[in-house]
């Protein structure tokens, strides 16, 4: 089983807890904006092979989304932080 | 017929508890219970004004008088109390507060064996030294959502939706026939 230190709890608790919540630091288009602006928003994912920035939910747990740092090829999550704070820089 | 609608049904009514020796679950005579958010520095006014202790640090609980005060998330708050909840604590909580009595049914585990129990359907590692006396956290025992509250060494308290009370029971009476005799 996959654990992932919830940045609200403090340690790392067991996947089972958490629910993936899509790519994290996508933002909406500022008005007025193109039909593609809102398409690259809806629809266009980076989906790397190596390091993802997405979205977690500790859904049975403390109830808060946060971001985390995951590799794709070895599944290992690298760095998980609070929304609003800076992307870590993290090597894979 | 208004009074049978009126008067909520027992949660454990037509549910059967199975016997494990050395791991007792029962229901717990907690019986009111007011869930509500609030930012840590915020509640601790409230709170000192009040004349009151500080809130407990995040996954903790803590007894205040005569309620248990229970921390699952950053800026959530559960009370949890035998009594009828005063008015004291519904001004603490303040007017976005929910009542949540008659959808929740608190168990008591207790027994030498709890934690076997436990561990056969809960993913966190509830050893002392990671899970202490004290704590409470929101997990799974199963696939059901609970929140669990370590009391004592051998003593928890879990707080379930009454829904899931079926599933709760249904699981722990799994166990029951995998878990080793002695």
């Known amino acids: 089983m996959l654990l992932i230190p919830c940045p609200y709890c403090g340690f790392p608790r067991p996947e089972i807890e958490f629910r993936h919540a899509g790519e994290a630091h996508l933002m909406r288009p500022e008005e007025p904006a193109s039909d593609e602006a809102y398409a690259a928003f809806l629809y266009e994912r980076e989906n790397p092979k190596g390091i993802a ?40 | 017929m208004a009074d049978l609608m009126l008067t909520p049904r027992n949660a454990w009514a037509d549910l059967t508890v199975a016997e494990i020796p050395g791991a007792t679950l029962k229901p717990s005579p907690t019986r009111h219970r007011v869930l509500f958010q609030a930012r840590e520095r915020e509640l601790e006014t409230r709170m000192k004004a009040a004349g009151m202790a500080a809130p407990p640090a995040i996954l903790r609980a803590r007894m205040m008088d005569d309620v248990a005060l229970l921390r699952p998330g950053p800026d959530e708050w559960l009370i949890v109390s035998e009594a009828e909840i005063s008015p004291k604590w519904h001004e603490i909580a303040g007017p976005g507060a929910i009542e949540i009595s008659h959808g929740y049914a608190g168990i008591e585990w207790c027994g030498p064996r709890v934690m076997l129990a436990l561990s056969a359907g809960c993913p966190l590692d509830l050893h002392e030294s990671a899970f202490p006396v004290g704590m409470a956290s929101r997990t799974l025992y199963g696939k059901s959502e609970m929140l669990l509250w370590r009391q004592d060494h051998a003593r928890f308290h879990m707080e379930v939706a009454r829904s899931y009370l079926s599933a709760i029971l249904a699981f722990f009476g799994e166990t029951a026939r995998h878990l080793p005799q002695s």
Do not use: Q
């Open chain 1, 53 to 92: 920035a997405e979205r977690w939910r500790h859904v049975h747990g403390c109830g808060r989304y946060f971001n985390a740092l995951r590799d794709t090829v070895s599944d290992r999550i690298l760095a998980v932080y609070k929304p609003g704070e800076v992307r870590p820089e993290v090597a894979s």
